[in-house]
């Protein structure tokens, strides 16, 4: 769990206001800073959360203030807000060990939802569910995923909200990517034998898998009125931070026997990484994984393409 008191900065004055009525209704105190020449002071020990935003006045201040919360404090959590291109979030991760949480500036706009539902999953160290991101009566629909015979049909259901919305194509086709690749994790990669080891990821994806109901994750999906929401579950727990980041990391890196549509370690992932909004993982080590991924139905689908994304990694200690 984490304490009530956040940092946020940004340059751009509006969204001072927001930040601090976003920060408030999490239930923590804010101290918003607009003006770079006081981020040099900026004490990560008296602050629980420091939210910055990525720009020219933070540069001079960025790698002090992250080295700060290293060695002095690493108990206080880092999210960063980067400018459309910056580095990706993917990069900004695997650069920072200490940074889990990465929330894209799309059109300069700051998402207060977004920002609620981050520090309302750290402050009280409850980080499941896909509800903690939908508005009171959405339904959320779901399924049990346990047969690799069955991976056509998960795809059908899940999309057939999607058409129900009426989403366009090229939409309901990021759908389908997304469903096919998280269920596909859900039953070769995620299970784990008595020892931790994996017990199907060797497999060939074509071959019949069917897992206990122990062993069985679930798809849970909904549309809140902006996004097309799916989260998958198992209950083992195995991912960890440094996995997700060196696959999406690798295959950010396009070599030519890497390109998009070939197979290979964490490429699934990556598709999913790509095809999303958003991307939260999750985990609660040896007990259970989540991973959550938004489409934002409201783009055109060429500005979806090319809008940055959202990376999140969540830590719960202790059986949720």
């Known amino acids: 769990m984490m304490g009530n008191r956040v940092f946020f900065y940004d340059p751009d004055e509006t969204t001072g206001d927001p930040a601090r009525r976003a920060i408030a209704?999490?239930?923590?105190?804010?101290?918003?800073?607009?003006?770079?020449?006081?981020?040099?002071?900026?004490?990560?020990?008296?602050?629980?959360?420091?939210?910055?935003?990525?720009?020219?006045?933070?540069?001079?201040?960025?790698?002090?203030?992250?080295e700060r919360v290293r060695a002095v404090h690493p108990r206080t959590r880092l999210v960063l807000r980067p400018c459309h291109g910056e580095p990706t979030c993917i990069e900004l991760m695997a650069r920072e060990p200490t940074l889990d949480h990465v929330i894209a500036r799309r059109d300069d706009l700051l998402d207060t939802q977004e920002i609620i539902a981050c520090i309302a999953k750290l402050r009280r160290g409850e980080v499941f569910g896909l509800e903690r991101y939908l508005p009171w009566?959405?339904?959320?629909?779901?399924?049990?995923?346990?047969?690799?015979?069955?991976?056509?049909?998960?795809?059908?259901?899940?999309?057939a909200l999607a058409n129900r919305l009426g989403c366009p194509e090229r939409m309901v086709e990021l759908v389908e990517t997304v469903v096919d690749e998280?269920?596909?994790?859900?039953?070769?990669?995620?299970?784990?034998?008595?020892?931790?080891?994996?017990?199907?990821?060797?497999?060939?994806?074509?071959?019949?898998?069917?897992?206990?109901?122990?062993?069985?994750?679930?798809?849970?999906?909904?549309?809140?009125?902006?996004?097309?929401?799916?989260?998958?579950?198992?209950?083992?727990?195995?991912?960890?931070?440094?996995?997700?980041?060196?696959?999406?990391?690798?295959?950010?890196?396009q070599t030519p026997d890497r390109q998009p549509?070939?197979?290979?370690?964490?490429?699934?992932?990556?598709?999913?990484?790509?095809?999303?909004?958003?991307l939260v993982f999750n985990v609660c080590p040896g007990v259970r994984t989540e991973i959550i991924g938004f489409i934002d139905l409201e783009q055109s689908f060429k500005r979806f393409r090319t809008q940055p994304k959202s990376l999140h990694f969540f830590t719960q200690e202790g059986a949720p």
């Open 25 to 66: 209704a999490a239930g923590c105190e804010a101290t918003v800073v607009h003006e770079p020449s006081l981020l040099g002071d900026l004490d990560p020990a008296a602050h629980d959360l420091v939210v910055l935003t990525l720009d020219e006045g933070l540069r001079p201040h960025q790698a002090a203030i992250m």
């Open 182 to 253: 998280l269920s596909t994790n859900a039953i070769f990669n995620a299970p784990r034998d008595a020892r931790g080891e994996p017990r199907f990821a060797h497999l060939n994806r074509r071959e019949a898998v069917t897992l206990e109901p122990a062993e069985r994750g679930r798809l849970d999906f909904a549309y809140d009125g902006r996004h097309f929401v799916i989260a998958q579950q198992d209950p083992f727990g195995a991912l960890c931070r440094q996995t997700v980041l060196t696959y999406l990391e690798r295959c950010l890196v």
């Open 137 to 159: 009566g959405v339904e959320i629909h779901r399924l049990e995923v346990g047969d690799s015979r069955d991976k056509a049909q998960y795809v059908r259901e899940v999309s």
């Open 261 to 278: 549509g070939a197979g290979g370690a964490g490429m699934g992932l990556f598709r999913v990484y790509r095809a999303l909004s958003k």
